[in-house]
């Protein structure tokens, strides 16, 4: 979900493209014919700075599996990547490998994917994060990162309120009793960006498990949600009164999530910031500017006796194959590629990201890094994740109403629990 200024369309290491989107496959040839063919992938990470040591390390390695094969990545903008990305499923002449965000957008489309679990069977142990990438039982993408949500809190903006940031809030009535104390002190509590309605999700995973039971968490994930029920009502209740006494930074609706939130937060305006583990907001993001010592990650603050917070994590980008592909092999193999320990080091190592592979050591990475790998043995799937993109959006459009008092929580459970029930 990385969205940074040099998302123009660019490629990768040299390779040219007309124009946005425009590149086209050439039949690829059968593995090891010895005749040239190309592969063509889709993502919006290619063209970051950061992830360049990843895709040449993945580019090398499929390369000694297929030096026949020239393999062309088209970084999209990630704002119309699905746009566009919808314009080539329905034409069916889009790329032959293509990066999804877990859960819904993925989901979505597996219509145009195909199942990869015979081709990945050897990875499935290494790798971790496959249910965002899976539907009815079956594999559709290769999970590259896991994607969650910690809530970071600013050690030194805890310090200028007089609160003792060894000491966290545990729970809510906590937490709002520090909230004061940095309001009083001139800061906002929560760093939030709203304009894109992406944060009522990072809210609604980041705290729902100090919320719901855990019975209510499992029936969740597990598609039976109840809109009715006073503890999801107490979510949405709790992320409109943290706005109206002022905890926000003002004008979270306008504010976007990329990057203005974290700016914020990482300049020492705000306390807390509900952020990723990977990709961007995130620990060594924040590094740039705090002191790694002065990150501090907190679980989700009890409110629901019961409740047993959680760090709340999925897949969170993985490669899938086209449907029209011409060999779905070779593609797979590609996927295994991007995949693959060497590459997934050198992601984890250059931008910071929580990779899928549980082979790979964490431990160096400072404290904050620390807390998240330590806590995902315990972690459980992100609740916004299990819903639609059409539940996401709605629920986006429903908690910028409830910022601004034009939408009352009963008539936005409403709406919510009609839009998910349709999908």
């Known amino acids: 979900m990385k969205q940074r200024t040099l998302w123009s369309a660019v490629l990768v290491a040299g390779l040219t493209v007309s124009g946005c989107g425009s590149a086209t496959r050439t039949a690829p040839s059968p593995a090891g014919s010895g005749t040239s063919s190309k592969l063509v992938v889709w993502d919006w990470k290619s063209g970051d700075a950061t992830a360049a040591s990843y895709i040449e390390k993945a580019k090398a390695d499929f390369a000694k599996k297929h030096p026949d094969v020239t393999v062309e990545f088209v970084a999209q903008p990630f704002d119309q990547y699905y746009t566009l990305l919808g314009t080539a499923i329905q034409s069916s002449t889009g790329p032959d490998v293509m990066l999804f965000n877990g859960g819904g957008q993925l989901r979505d489309r597996v219509d145009a994917l195909l199942p990869i679990d015979e081709y990945v069977a050897e990875d499935r142990q290494r790798l971790a994060g496959w249910d965002a990438f899976s539907k009815d039982g079956k594999v559709y993408a290769a999970p590259v990162t896991l994607q969650g949500h910690p809530i970071y809190y600013n050690k030194e903006v805890y310090e200028k309120a007089g609160l003792d940031p060894a000491k966290p ?4 009535d906590e937490l709002m009793t520090d909230c004061a104390a940095v309001k009083k002190a001139g800061k906002s509590c929560f760093a939030l960006g709203n304009k894109e309605g992406f944060g009522i999700q990072f809210f609604l995973s980041g705290l729902g498990s100090g919320v719901l039971t855990p019975q209510e968490y ?14 999801v009502k107490q979510i949405f209740t709790l992320w409109k009164d943290v706005n109206d006494k002022g905890y926000n930074n003002a004008g979270a609706n306008s504010t976007a999530m990329f990057n203005d939130s974290w700016a914020i937060f990482q300049s020492g305006k705000a306390a807390n910031v509900i952020g990723l583990m990977s990709d961007i907001g995130h620990w060594k993001d924040f590094g740039e500017f705090l002191p790694p010592d002065k990150i501090g ?17 999925d897949g969170g980008i993985g490669y899938g194959v086209a449907k029209w592909t011409k060999d779905p092999k070779l593609a797979a193999d590609l996927v295994r590629s991007l995949t693959s320990t060497e590459a997934l080091t050198a992601f984890y190592a250059k931008a910071g990201a929580i990779a899928s592979d549980t082979t790979i050591d964490a431990s160096q990475s400072g404290p904050a890094a620390g807390a998240i790998v330590s806590a995902i043995k315990g972690g459980k799937p992100a609740l916004h994740v299990a819903l639609s993109s059409k539940t996401l959006d709605l629920m986006g459009r429903v908690s910028q109403k409830l910022l601004s008092g034009s939408l009352t929580v009963d008539k936005a459970m409403d709406q919510m629990a009609a839009a998910d029930k349709a999908s």
């Open 218 to 231: 499992d029936d969740w994930i597990a598609g039976k949600r109840d809109w009715t029920s006073p503890h």
């Open 297 to 313: 990650v907190m679980p989700a603050p009890v409110v629901t006796d019961g409740a047993t917070p959680s760090l709340a994590y």
């Open 169 to 172: 809030p545990a729970t809510w």
